[in-house]
């Protein structure tokens, strides 16, 4: 069964400040990694993902991701954060035998502070 | 940009009674999911759906629970009998290609059983 931990249940941070959101997951087989973003009174949204290839994933708007096998992490980076980047950030996974499933984390509350 | 529509945004129902959620995918996307989120806990899969048939439910999904796609724009949710425990945000999602790649999420349903 496949799993996904996410530490902290809000990061609070000022405007400018790096971050970094963590995520680690459990899965016996191979897995794809996504970041999920949802604003307020929104929907979620696909942030980044890690399909295969690279490990360093970026976004349009400044996140990356790391996946680590040897930590089972896909920890979140932004060097710098604004204010609009104030949301739940959702990790999410999905093995190669558990068809179109997603297990998410819990979220993790980023608020970012002027 | 296109978008997944929920109605209603919030539901308050007596237990036992039946309720119906409702989803507008996207348009052209073929595969259809139905997620939730009891607070303080993680969004947690409940069906998906593909070519008028579900394609994967997990234990959550009982006989209590239906999906259907009536008329090729709508996408519900049916729960038949609601308990307490039914309270949570329901989620609906919807995605051009399988594999849970690219999920396009809607704003939710939150759903209050009282």
């Known amino acids: 069964a496949q799993s996904v931990t996410q530490l902290d249940s809000q990061v609070p941070v000022f405007e400018e400040a790096p971050v970094e959101l963590r995520c680690n997951y459990s899965?016996?087989?191979?897995?794809?990694l996504f970041w999920y973003v949802q604003y307020p009174n929104q929907g979620l949204q696909l942030l980044l993902k890690?399909?295969?290839?690279?490990?360093l994933v970026e976004s349009i708007n400044g996140f990356e991701a790391e996946f680590n096998k040897s930590q089972t992490s896909f920890h979140l980076r932004k060097p710098s954060v604004h204010i609009s980047d104030t949301a739940e950030y959702f990790c999410a996974v999905r093995s190669g035998s558990s068809g179109d499933k997603l297990t998410f984390g819990t979220g993790t509350r980023l608020a970012v502070r002027p | 940009e296109p978008e997944v529509t929920q109605t209603p945004s919030h539901q308050v129902t007596q237990m036992g009674q039946e309720v119906i959620l409702r989803c507008v995918p996207i348009?052209?996307?073929?595969?259809f999911y139905w997620y939730r989120q009891i607070l303080g806990q993680k969004v947690e899969f409940l069906v998906s759906?593909?070519?008028?048939?579900?394609?994967?439910k997990s234990e959550i999904f009982d006989d209590q629970f239906s999906v259907e796609r009536p008329d090729g724009s709508n996408f519900t949710l049916k729960i038949r009998s609601t308990k307490l425990e039914d309270s949570a945000m329901y989620f609906c999602a919807s995605s051009e290609r399988g594999g849970g790649e690219k999920l396009f999420f809607g704003s939710g349903t939150q759903l209050s059983v009282l």
């Open positions: 890690y399909l295969s290839g690279s490990t």
């Open positions: 348009s052209n996307h073929l595969y």
């Open positions: 759906f593909y070519n008028n048939e579900i394609s994967e």
């Open positions: 899965s016996s087989v191979s897995v794809y």
